[in-house]
């Protein structure tokens, strides 16, 4: 069984959330209109289909395309008058639907092989990476993301974070900067604008190299996860943050 590293079950998570589409309002229109645009969708799924069937293009690439059509050509079909749907070419319009929803089912089954082989490729690669090589030389089991920290709580807990080498991100992580010294540690920020980052966040590094306010966290910089620590703000109120050890 093929076990997904931490940070590819994150770029997963992030990638292939759900986001649920709104089904399509129903509306009324005049049944010439509805007719003539029924007609011109059949059309254009009739096109997509015999791409496919001729080998022009994969199901998977004309997937969007018959999704959308078959959508609007529901609401047109609801609109029709009942000399149109007994007449022939609503007869052939509807086989077209039929094999156009076939062709759904088709293009589906090979976006999702050809996901799997993207991450199967991707955990190739991964566990042959210099990064999770050093890790597991370090005793550690995975690599982790400093700008990520929250998001792989979330999808592995809070104790997990503890078992994987810290690095610094290209996204997030490398964005923080040296905002605070509370003895012993220093808390580095981000905003919200910062890479990908997307909200403000907080991290407290200890036993880290000398910096200046506002100095980058060091790109090279390796960590391990301590845990939560209520620290002094720069207002004075006490912020909740995370901890990192830096690594020698």
């Not at 010294?181 to 590094?205: F, I, L």
Request: proline residues 4%.
């Amino acid at each position: 069984m093929l076990t997904v590293a931490p940070a590819l079950r994150l770029f997963c998570a992030i990638t292939f959330a759900v986001v649920m589409t709104p089904a399509l309002a129903d509306w009324e229109e005049p049944p010439e209109y509805a007719w003539k645009t029924y007609l011109s969708d059949c059309q254009q799924l009739q096109r997509d289909v015999t791409d496919v069937q001729n080998g022009r293009k994969m199901a998977m690439d004309v997937l969007p395309n018959i999704q959308s059509f078959l959508r609007t050509i529901t609401v047109h079909r609801k609109n029709l008058a009942q000399p149109s749907l007994g007449s022939p070419d609503y007869a052939r319009c509807e086989n077209v639907v039929s094999q156009a929803k076939d062709t759904v089912a088709k293009g589906s089954a090979e976006n999702d092989e050809a996901m799997d082989q993207h991450f199967r490729q991707a955990q190739t690669e991964h566990l042959n990476s210099p990064e999770y090589k050093r890790a597991r030389s370090l005793g550690f089991t995975d690599v982790g993301e400093i700008g990520d920290l929250d998001q792989h709580a979330e999808l592995d807990g809070e104790a997990n974070l503890k078992t994987l080498m810290i690095t610094v991100d290209f996204g997030c992580g490398r964005h923080f900067r040296a905002a605070q010294y509370v003895k012993p540690y220093v808390v580095y920020t981000v905003r919200r604008s910062d890479g990908s980052c997307g909200v403000y966040k907080y991290v407290a590094v200890l036993g880290g190299e000398t910096v200046e306010r506002g100095d980058y966290i060091n790109p090279k910089g390796v960590f391990q996860y301590v845990g939560w620590k209520k620290l002094a703000g720069a207002d004075g109120f006490p912020i909740d943050v995370r901890v990192v050890k830096a690594l020698k």
